[in-house]
C-alpha cells in the first residue's frame, strides 16, 4: 500500500529561503523545483532523487508544538484505489474515536484540507493522536 516517502516539509525563518537553497541545492545538490504559484514566496522545493523523492521549506513555520504547524511527512500510495482505501480507515479510526485514533482527517469524498492549486496531486491529510500533522498522495 504505503510505497515510502513523497517529501518531507521542512521550516525555516521568513525571508530565508535562499539560504535554504544555498544549503538545499548548492551543498547537498538537491535539484530546486517549481512551487505553487500562489506561495511561491513562502515555499521552496526540492528534488532528492529522480523519482520524485523531495524536501519541501516551509518559511511560515508555527511555534513548537503548535497544532496548526504545516510540518508533515507525505506518503506516497501505490494507486487512486490504495490512497482511497487507507484514507477510509484513516477516517474510520478518526471517527471512532479508539485509542491512537487520529485527532483530525479529511473525510472521503470531500476536498482535502491542503492549499489548492492544480500543481498538488490527489490527496488527503491526517493528524494523529498528538497533532503531527501527515499527507497521504499519489
Known amino acids: 500500500?504505503?510505497?515510502?516517502?513523497?517529501?518531507?516539509?521542512?521550516?525555516?525563518?521568513?525571508?530565508?529561503?535562499?539560504?535554504?537553497?544555498?544549503?538545499?541545492?548548492?551543498?547537498?545538490?538537491?535539484?530546486?523545483?517549481?512551487?505553487?504559484?500562489?506561495?511561491?514566496?513562502?515555499?521552496?522545493?526540492?528534488?532528492?532523487?529522480?523519482?520524485?523523492?523531495?524536501?519541501h521549506i516551509s518559511s511560515k513555520p508555527g511555534p513548537a508544538n503548535d497544532p496548526s504547524a504545516s510540518r508533515h511527512p507525505c506518503f506516497k500510495l501505490e494507486s487512486p484505489e490504495a490512497l482511497l482505501e487507507v484514507q477510509k480507515r484513516v477516517f474510520a479510526h478518526f471517527e471512532?474515536?479508539?485509542?491512537?485514533?487520529?485527532?483530525?482527517?479529511?473525510?472521503?469524498?470531500?476536498?482535502?484540507?491542503?492549499?489548492?492549486?492544480?500543481?498538488y496531486p490527489k490527496r488527503f491529510f491526517a493528524r494523529d493522536y498528538a497533532g503531527n500533522r501527515l499527507e497521504f498522495s499519489l
Open 96 to 119: 471512532a474515536k479508539s485509542d491512537g485514533a487520529p485527532s483530525e482527517a479529511d473525510k472521503p469524498g470531500e476536498a482535502d484540507s491542503g492549499a489548492k492549486g492544480v500543481e
Open 1 to 55: 500500500m504505503i510505497t515510502g516517502i513523497a517529501h518531507v516539509n521542512l521550516t525555516v525563518p521568513p525571508g530565508t529561503l535562499e539560504h535554504a537553497a544555498a544549503f538545499y541545492a548548492t551543498t547537498l545538490g538537491f535539484t530546486r523545483i517549481a512551487v505553487p504559484v500562489l506561495q511561491k514566496d513562502e515555499l521552496a522545493w526540492f528534488d532528492i532523487t529522480p523519482a520524485g523523492q523531495q524536501v
